[in-house]
């Protein structure tokens, strides 16, 4: 496979997961990354980190509105809940393994 071909796949993965995260607003950012070590966040981050290797900038906002499909304010204000007690000792227990 070229490096093209496997650069538009790999593109087209990348809106798949925004899309299906998308649909499952009720995942709790700490719900993803104490599954999965990894959230929205994080994508975001990469976002950024992968536009500045390619020379382009990113504000971390833009990106955030990128992978939240709205403003990351917007996002928090509809959809972000306050974290149980469970789910914050278990994101706290996994930052120490």
């Not at 093209?4 to 993965?13: C, L």
């Not at 798949?16 to 998308?22: K, Q, T």
């Not at 536009?51 to 917007?74: H, I, L, T, W």
């Amino acid at each position: 496979m070229d490096q093209a071909t496997s650069d538009r796949i790999e593109a087209a993965v990348f809106r798949r997961l925004l899309e299906h995260l998308d649909s499952r607003k009720d995942v709790q950012n700490i719900d993803l990354m104490n599954l999965a070590g990894f959230c929205r966040n994080c994508l975001s981050k990469w976002y950024v980190q992968a536009a500045g290797e390619a020379a382009v900038e990113v504000s971390d906002e833009a990106a955030r509105e990128r992978v939240y499909g709205m403003p990351y304010a917007q996002w928090k204000k509809l959809y972000q809940k306050q974290a149980g007690p469970a789910q914050q000792a278990a994101f706290e227990a996994r930052g120490k393994s």
